[in-house]
Each structure stands twice: as structure tokens, then as C-alpha cells.
């Protein structure tokens, strides 16, 4: 750990030092006069960015010890809120490196006033209706019509209200004004003024400055209601149902480094900016935690349920490749006198292995057809025994292999400080390149030699993705058939369930009024515009993961890798043409950032054109949601079956025809941009480099040669090529032990 440390160390202040040199060119070119090329050259700088951060979603059940865990593996025993079993983690909560001073530090994002609002009507319409239909069985004589789900939602409404307002929203609730009203937020101003709070850690302070932070951020993240009347005189408002997202910022820790951990909570939310937060989060997710208690590790329902729900956003369209299961306090033992120390060690690790065989043997059973593409692990970890060493080895309790696992995901960005710095010396070599030549007219011959390579390369790329398209399309064809002649069948199978009851009317009015989803509070989830676009989804699954590999799957990349193969051959021209020798170093380390800049965009339009499907029957069903919805009084849940029965039978000809062409139309954008940006960009870089002169440019010479020793040092160290060699061993492993 402590080598890892002066690797990061190192990096970071190379790192620190060429954006200091970059930023001193920049406001060199800014007070020369202005060119066309001066203006290309700063737009290059100002678009030379950091690739985004790995995320680890954390999952986990009330009081399975997600905090905890957290607290564990980062090394900060009193950073993240735990304790009470009942308390519940109520917001997202994303824990990454400070990078601006070496305070803890904590962001409070919220939502807006008007969502509050918005959410504050809907609140009081569920709260009226569900007393009304209370009023009524009660008239009647008549309970038999409910399920818990409404009682459920009640009771999660009423905690959210009672926490932000105590007792005063039971006579107010119809009235939305006196809840917005200015006094119930002037402890949170950001609130109103939709800012964002930033809560910091005193390191003066003779507390531990993280249990400081962590006491602050109590009232915006935690559901608890001993805990609220523990701390009624000191905490009078809880602000958690107000947080859209709580960002803890912890200094100097190297896990951190290019890593987010998210805590987040199981489902998504009603809020839809909170629940489009969460979606993104999850389906940007390069590794899940799901965390839940050891025992019954295997057979408690809900860790399951959580990972099954999450299985649309995390695999296909989403980035995850490893999923870790974590069984928690797996040192929880009954310590009998007459054992010793060694026979106690003995019956942990005997429990931890009984648990790992049964939770593969239950992924491997019934849910691995979710994620046959993604590594598959079973961590059985002490928290306490990590830290006080009473009857196990560190290596027993297993943090230190999740620590290594989050190194490990720093280690592939290692090459991160690499390309900046690349780009860098690239540029001050143009620049000085550009600066320094008598004519240009004498690189005829290599321009013509780079356009031909261009061609070539471009020919390549159009002919695989032309390729990719009818391989969609033949799929799609096929989907589109099996759709329509299953879809009434699938949707038929939900509204007639063989375990339906009597609740199963609250069930579908609650899937109508969410328009098509509905996540309760035990058992999977439903979505019913995912099961009646699960022939289309299901048609291409092979395919998509043929044309965006997961990296875990090698390192070929998208389109059978003639994106990562891209190249203008600049290094065999580099040793026959030593006179533009720093033109073609621009030209090579664009090269490369221009593959980033394509692989950024392919990975971000996946996703929606993955999901596009799911998206386009959404909409198609909205209609007839609405129409169902509008029902009341007596056979409501018989017409609204046969309400949602005719919509689909009326749409199905036009409905997953539609879905197949909005999908095809969403891939060939996505060509058309990467095409665009591959052969627009790479000619501008040709032109700048080696048709430009301009002799107004500052010297910068001195940079040039500061950033080429930077340069050379992170490319020759023996420990940056060890890291990555280790890297990949660790790749191969996660691959052959996926399950």
C-alpha cells in the first residue's frame, strides 16, 4: 500500500505540475495577437480532460453494514454514519478523493423547490385517497381489498413528513403553500437559492475530523426514527427527504484516487430527478457491492432482488463488469469458554466458506443467465475483526482483498496521467514546430503519405460499422415478428397472475400510475414495458455484446476493435522523416486522444441505444395508461385490464416496428458521429501540423522541455510497467473465477 502511495503521490504531482505549464502557455496565447491557429491550439488545451472515474455502487439491505464496510476498506473508522440497526441510508451518498485541499469535506446537492413542491402534492393526493378508501371499508364493513403496498408507501410518506415538519404536516398537508413556506428551510438557504451546501471538517478541531463530518451530515442522510427522538432538542429538522445527493470528500486516501464508492439506496426513488440520478449512477457503475449480513447470505430475498432489479441498467447497456457479493459480519459467532482463539478463527472461516459455496451455488442456480458477461466473486468480511484483530489475520477478514480490488481499478487509470501528459508535450510540440519551420510546402510528401493512411483507416472503420447495422437490423426483423405475436400472451401472463389475490388491483394501479413500473417494497420489481419489449431486447443481446465488449471480455474494443486499431502510422513515419519529428509527435498523441474522445461517445450512446427499445414501448403505452388510470368505482379492475388489452392489440403493429427503427436510428447517428469525428478531426490535426506556420506563437521551448521529462519519466518507470503487467494478471483472474 505504501508503494501505491508514492506511485499515486508521484503521479499526482506530475499530473499537477503539466496542467500548472499548460495553463501558463494558455494565458501566453491569449495575450498574443489572435489567429485562427492560436484559437485551435487553446481549444485544444481547454479540452484536455481527465477520463471519468471508476464507480463502485455499494447495494445493500437496512442494517447490513454498508457504512461500516465503507468505513473499513477506505481506513476512516468514523466517516459515514452507522450504527442503530434500524437506521437506513435515505440518499445517495458518493465518497471520493479530495483533490483541493486536505480537509473533509461534504456537498449537500438537493433537489429543487419546485420538485419539492411537485412531490409535496402528490404526497397529499396519496394521503387523501388512501384515507377516503379507509372511510369507505370502513362504512362498508370491507377490508378484504388491500395489499400492503399501500399501507407500505403510507408509512414511507409519513416518515418523509415528519422528519422535514414533525407533527405540523398532518394538519396542512392539503396545503401545499404552508408547507413550502420560507421558515421550514432557513437552517438551509442553499435550498431556496438551489445551491449546493458544502459542510467541512474543522482539522483544528481535537475531534477526529471525519467523525466531526460525519455528525454534521447526519440530518441530510439518515431515515431513523429512534435516532430523530434520541436528538429531538438538538436536531429539530431532518433535511434527508429535501437531498437529491450527499458527495463526502476524504483527503489524501489513494483508493480514492480515481475511484467513486456510491452508497446507494435499493431502489430508485419517486422523485424523478433523484430516480434519473440513481439510473445513471447505477448504469455507470463499473463494479457492484451488494452487501448483506452472512446469514442466510444465500436465501434472504432482498439482496437478490436488489441485483435483479438493477440488471437492466448494470449489464447490456451499462458498464458494469464485476458484481461482488459481501457477506458482513461473518465474525459473528457465539464464543464459548472452553474455546480457544485459534478453534474460534477455525469456525469463522469454516461459516465463511459454507456461505461463499452457497451464495455461487445460488447465483449460478438463478441469476447468472442476468450477467453470463460480467465476473462473479463472494467476499465474507469482519469489519471488527479487521480493525481489532481479536481472532483473525487482516487477510481472513478479506477488506484487504476489496482494497485490492479498488487499487486495482486505480491501476487502470494509471495510464490517465500518462495521456495527459502526452497530449501536453504534443501540443508544445506543435507549437514550437509551428513556430520555429522556414515553409511548409517541404511536408507534401508526408501529408499526402498521412491522407492515404486516413482514407484507409476510414474505409476500414465505414465498412465494419455498414456491416454492424444489418446485423442489427436482421436481428431486430426477427424480434419485431416474435413480439408481435407474443406481446398479448406477455401481457396477459401480468394482468392474470396464478398468485394474484385480491391486492393485485392495488398492484396494477400502481404500475399504471408510474407508467409501467412499479419497484415495491418486497419482490421484483415490475416493469411492463420492459416485459412487452423483451423479444426486441432479447434479439440483440448477442450482437451488442459482440459490437461493445465489456473490457473484462479482452481488449479488442467496439466494433470488432477497428476503433482501437485506428491509426495514421505516425511512429513508422517518425524514423524516415526526422525533420517534422515534432509535428508527428502532436500527430500521435492526437491519434490517441481522438480513439478517447470516440470511445466516450460510443459508451455513452450504448446505452440509449440499448435502452431505446424498453423507451419507444413506454411510449407508445402511455396512452393507454392514462386511459386506465381514469377508471373508479365498481369492475375498476376489470376495465382496466381490458383497457390495457385492446391498447396493445391496436399498437402492436406499429408499436415494435417503431421501437426497431428508433433503435437503428439512434446506431447510425452514433456512426455518423464517430465517422465524423475520426475524419474531421484527424484532418484538422494534419493540417495544424504540418500546413501551418506561424511565427507570433510564444517560445515555449523551456515547457516543451520540462513536460518531455515528465513524459519520459512516467513512461520509462519500472513500476509503472509492474503495475500494469499486474494488472492484467488480475484481469485474467477475475475472468476465471466469473461463475
Not at 394501479?509 to 418486497?522: D, W
Amino acid at each position: 500500500m505504501e508503494e501505491d502511495f508514492d506511485r499515486w503521490l508521484t503521479e499526482a504531482t506530475i499530473l499537477s505540475d503539466v496542467k500548472i505549464i499548460m495553463g501558463r502557455v494558455l494565458v501566453r496565447l491569449r495575450r498574443h495577437e489572435p489567429t485562427k491557429f492560436k484559437h485551435l491550439l487553446k481549444t485544444k488545451i481547454e479540452e484536455m480532460k481527465v477520463e471519468k472515474r471508476e464507480l463502485v455502487g455499494v447495494f445493500g439491505k437496512t442494517g447490513a453494514g454498508k457504512s461500516s464496510l465503507i468505513n473499513a476498506v477506505l481506513g476512516e473508522k468514523h466517516l459515514l454514519p452507522s450504527g442503530s440497526i434500524s437506521a437506513c441510508t435515505s440518499v445517495m451518498i458518493k465518497v471520493e478523493a479530495n483533490m483541493d485541499n486536505s480537509k473533509y469535506e461534504a456537498d449537500i446537492e438537493f433537489i429543487t423547490r419546485k420538485e419539492w413542491g411537485d412531490e409535496l402534492w402528490s404526497m397529499g393526493q396519496f394521503i387523501w385517497n388512501a384515507d377516503q378508501k379507509k372511510y369507505a371499508a370502513a362504512a362498508d364493513g370491507d377490508d378484504d381489498d388491500d395489499d400492503d403496498e399501500d399501507e407500505d408507501e403510507y408509512r414511507d410518506i409519513e416518515e418523509k413528513l415528519s422528519a422535514l415538519y414533525g407533527e405540523e404536516w398532518k394538519q396542512k398537508i392539503q396545503s401545499n403553500e404552508e408547507l413550502m413556506d420560507d421558515k421550514y428551510f432557513r437552517e438551509i438557504p442553499e435550498f431556496l437559492q438551489s445551491q449546493t451546501k458544502t459542510l467541512k471538517a474543522k482539522t483544528a478541531s481535537r475531534k477526529v475530523p471525519a467523525k466531526e463530518l460525519s455528525a454534521k451530515i447526519v440530518k441530510y442522510t439518515r431515515s431513523d426514527l429512534n435516532e430523530r427522538l434520541k436528538r429531538s432538542k438538538a436536531v429539530k429538522r431532518w433535511y434527508w427527504p429535501l437531498v437529491k445527493s450527499v458527495t463526502v470528500k476524504v483527503p489524501n486516501n489513494d483508493l480514492l484516487q480515481h475511484v467513486t464508492l456510491v452508497d446507494l439506496p435499493g431502489n430508485g426513488d419517486r422523485n424523478k430527478s433523484r430516480d434519473e440520478m440513481w439510473k445513471e449512477i447505477v448504469g455507470d457503475c463499473s463494479a457492484v457491492w451488494i452487501v448483506t449480513d452472512i446469514n442466510r447470505a444465500a436465501s434472504e430475498k432482498e439482496p437478490w432482488e436488489i441485483l435483479k432489479g438493477a440488471a437492466s441498467l448494470i449489464k447490456n447497456g451499462g458498464q458494469c463488469q464485476y458484481i461482488h457479493f459481501i457477506c458482513t459480519k461473518s465474525d459473528c459467532i457465539e464464543e464459548e469458554d472452553d474455546h480457544s482463539a485459534s478453534d474460534i478463527r477455525a469456525e469463522i472461516l469454516k461459516r465463511n466458506r459454507r456461505a461463499n459455496e452457497a451464495v455461487n451455488a445460488e447465483f449460478t442456480n438463478h441469476i447468472k443467465k442476468h450477467f453470463s458477461d460480467v465476473a462473479f466473486e463472494v467476499s465474507t468480511v469482519s469489519c471488527n475483526e479487521f480493525l481489532q484483530g481479536k481472532y483473525l489475520q487482516p487477510e481472513d477478514t478479506e477488506i484487504p482483498k476489496l482494497q485490492g480490488f479498488l487499487q486495482n481499478l486505480n491501476d487502470r487509470h494509471s495510464g490517465m496521467c500518462v495521456e495527459y501528459v502526452s497530449g501536453a508535450y504534443g501540443i508544445l510540440s506543435l507549437i514550437q514546430g509551428a513556430s520555429c519551420r522556414d515553409g511548409a510546402n517541404k511536408n507534401t510528401a508526408v501529408c499526402a503519405e498521412l491522407e492515404h493512411n486516413l482514407n484507409l483507416q476510414i474505409c476500414k472503420v465505414k465498412t465494419v460499422m455498414a456491416e454492424t447495422y444489418k446485423a442489427f437490423q436482421k436481428c431486430l426483423d426477427a424480434g419485431v415478428e416474435r413480439s408481435r405475436r407474443s406481446c398479448e400472451k406477455e401481457l396477459k401472463s401480468f394482468l392474470y397472475p396464478s398468485a394474484g389475490g385480491s391486492g393485485f388491483h392495488a398492484t396494477l394501479k400502481s404500475v399504471i400510475r408510474n407508467g409501467g413500473t412499479f419497484r415495491p417494497k418486497k419482490g421484483d420489481p415490475i416493469n411492463l414495458n420492459m416485459k412487452l419489449s423483451s423479444h426486441l431486447t432479447e434479439s440483440i443481446v448477442e450482437e451488442f455484446r459482440r459490437t461493445f465488449p465489456q473490457k473484462t471480455e479482452g481488449k479488442r474494443g467496439p466494433f470488432k476493435g477497428v476503433i482501437n486499431s485506428f491509426s495514421l502510422a505516425t511512429e513508422r513515419l517518425l524514423q524516415r522523416h526526422k525533420d517534422v519529428e515534432r509535428q508527428l509527435i502532436f500527430l500521435k498523441s492526437e491519434e490517441e486522444m481522438i480513439k478517447m474522445k470516440v470511445n466516450r461517445i460510443i459508451q455513452d450512446r450504448k446505452k440509449m441505444i440499448y435502452n431505446s427499445l424498453t423507451e419507444t414501448v413506454e411510449q407508445t403505452m402511455q396512452r393507454g395508461y392514462e386511459s386506465a388510470l381514469a377508471f373508479k368505482g365498481k369492475d375498476t379492475l376489470k376495465k382496466m385490464r381490458c383497457t390495457l388489452v385492446k391498447h396493445v392489440c391496436d399498437s402492436k403493429n406499429t408499436m415494435f416496428e417503431l421501437a426497431k427503427n428508433t433503435m437503428l436510428c439512434k446506431l447510425e447517428k452514433m456512426q455518423e458521429e464517430i465517422l465524423e469525428t475520426l475524419e474531421k478531426t484527424t484532418r484538422e490535426s494534419i493540417e495544424l501540423s504540418l500546413k501551418t506556420v506561424d511565427h507570433s506563437l510564444p517560445d515555449v521551448s523551456k515547457d516543451l522541455e520540462e513536460v518531455k521529462n515528465h513524459y519520459n519519466k512516467l513512461c520509462c518507470s519500472p513500476d509503472e510497467e509492474q503495475s500494469l503487467s499486474v494488472f492484467e494478471e488480475v484481469q485474467l483472474d477475475a475472468i476465471k473465477v466469473s461463475v
